[in-house]
């Protein structure tokens, strides 16, 4: 089973409006974590956004949040009011601390968003 | 405070010649792991290292591909060989400690076996 899923090869939001990245993961573990990254065409992976599975609340860090939904294994990024530098590649990830590998992540297939005007 | 070096940024290889992709961490971290990119996908989890150690290689082919960190001096990622299907971005991330706390990555290799 994959351990990560993102079912949206691709997304498009215009400008200024609030976008729903979709994530979905598989893991046996209680103690685990929750990323996000952002690929732009240049290729870096930038780090958004962390939520780690004790936590209550959901993460957010500036227009980005994370809709964490433990019961359905699902840890969505939302970005709000989107802006053109937005369009990237986005991969949602995961560590499991309950593992003996516990220091790789896995990482999901990505979702490309574009923003238009 | 430098980020994560990688070097070089591209790299092109003929096939049967061998690739060094080098990775220096931020200041501090002692723990590096690798990761590739095929095109079009998400990065796999290849090897995660320690200073002379290497503690998870369960992402590693078990032939041709090799690393190391080294005491002095950066991580080490060799392929041998090289194939057209290696031809991929490769990630390097360093950290502070091995469980936990986030990973911070390189601007990736990119290698191109023609």
């Known amino acids: 089973a994959q351990k990560i899923t993102q079912t949206q090869p691709g997304m498009f939001v215009q400008e200024k409006e609030a976008v729903t990245l979709d994530c979905t993961y598989d893991t046996s573990d209680q103690s685990y974590g929750l990323f996000w990254y952002k690929q732009p065409s240049s290729g870096e992976m930038i780090f958004l956004i962390y939520?780690?599975?004790?936590?209550?609340q959901n993460a957010t860090e500036g227009r980005y949040s994370l809709n964490f939904q433990k019961a359905r294994k699902s840890a969505n990024l939302v970005i709000s009011a989107s802006q053109l530098g937005d369009s990237a590649m986005y991969f949602c990830?995961?560590?499991?601390f309950g593992t003996g590998t516990a220091s790789k992540l896995t990482f999901g297939t990505g979702t490309r968003l574009q923003v238009t005007l | 405070n430098a980020g994560v070096m990688q070097n070089p940024r591209h790299l092109v290889r003929r096939r049967g010649q061998e690739a060094r992709l080098r990775c220096s961490p931020m200041?501090?971290?002692?723990?590096v792991y690798w990761y590739r990119q095929l095109p079009e996908e998400g990065l796999k989890f290849m090897v995660y290292?320690?200073?002379?150690?290497?503690?998870?290689e369960s992402g590693m082919p078990k032939e041709r591909f090799s690393a190391e960190f080294p005491k002095e001096g950066p991580s080490i990622l060799r392929i041998q060989q090289v194939v057209r299907g290696d031809s991929a971005a490769y990630f390097c991330a360093s950290s502070p400690q091995g469980t936990g706390g986030e990973q911070y990555f390189g601007p990736g290799t990119r290698l191109t076996v023609t």
């Open positions: 290292l320690q200073k002379e150690n290497i503690i998870d």
């Open positions: 990830a995961m560590r499991e």
């Open positions: 939520q780690g599975s004790y936590d209550e």
């Open positions: 200041k501090g971290h002692s723990h």
